[in-house]
């Protein structure tokens, strides 16, 4: 909800004049901090669980409260932000300063040399405070341990979200068929719940405490920001404002639906099969 709070303000109504400043700036607020603070996987991933509980209740609970918390918390976001916004603007209406100061642009091969070594060296820091921590605390098999795992593996995670948000829309084959549907998030979404499911699976069949570490680093950080709610969400709103609103509905069901089938039959079935406790 948090997370699709803050898309409604950096990812839509200041996404502009966030990119005015740097294109990058507005990318890596959206779909890197955004993106990887929201997690569709692990979303899926607790109603797989419910689900083997039987608890098919809240599983269906789950999923349209969950959609209905996180779709007016985009909505709540951008109207506050509008307000302020406009509150911005109304204060500023008469300042000779009221436009986005020239100096903080990144607009020039200097300036953007300058901020990639920057934010490389930045990389590069938490990366071996990350490694060295990790080392210290893998033996033990403590959340630690987890969480230094998944800070060293999650930019990985955005990289490849970022990556697949190319493929949206482009639709299929060279008419470009469905070119509505945004297929990069559906595709990183889908596939990060099934990954995270198998994880699943495999901590149960192994059960061991190293195979626990490793596999819950994986899904709490690499899969944590390969899938994403909040954009998925803002994805749903624009479409729900558009002339066909029935496309938002469509497209998460068609989100919702496959990653739980899939992931179903990845976790749910040998879970029975085996009588995995």
Not at 30 to 52: A, D, R, Y
Not at 129 to 139: A, D, P
Request: net charge positive.
């Amino acid at each position: 909800m948090v997370g699709s709070f803050l898309m409604g303000w950096f990812g839509v109504v200041f996404k502009e004049d966030i990119s005015r400043i740097s294109s990058q700036l507005a990318i890596g607020l959206s779909t890197g901090f955004l993106g990887s603070l929201t997690t569709f996987s692990g979303w899926n991933q607790k109603m797989l669980e419910l689900s083997v509980e039987g608890q098919w209740v809240f599983v269906v609970l789950g999923y349209l409260l969950g959609l209905f918390l996180v779709a007016y918390s985009i909505i709540f976001g951008i109207e506050t932000a509008k307000g302020v916004n406009w509150l911005y603007k109304r204060t500023n209406m008469n300042s000779s300063n009221s436009g986005t100061d020239c100096h903080w642009r990144v607009d020039s091969c200097k300036h953007h040399l300058i901020v990639i070594l920057f934010l490389l060296l930045i990389l590069a820091s938490l990366w071996g405070m990350s490694i060295g921590l990790e080392v210290n605390e893998f033996s033990s098999g403590s959340p630690k341990a987890q969480l230094w795992l998944a800070c060293i593996v999650g930019p990985f995670g955005v990289w490849i979200r970022w990556f697949l948000a190319r493929l949206n829309g482009r639709g299929l084959g060279k008419s470009g068929l469905l070119k509505w549907v945004p297929f990069g998030t559906l595709i990183a979404n889908v596939s990060a719940a099934c990954i995270m499911a198998a994880l699943a699976t495999l901590k149960k069949a192994v059960n061991t405490e190293t195979c626990d570490t490793v596999a819950s680093g994986i899904q709490f950080g690499l899969l944590g920001c390969l899938s994403t709610v909040s954009t998925f969400i803002a994805e749903f709103h624009a479409m729900r404002g558009s002339k066909y609103p029935w496309r938002a509905y469509v497209y998460a069901l068609c989100t919702t639906l496959i990653s739980f089938i899939l992931g179903t039959l990845i976790y749910s079935l040998p879970v029975w099969v085996e009588n995995f406790n």
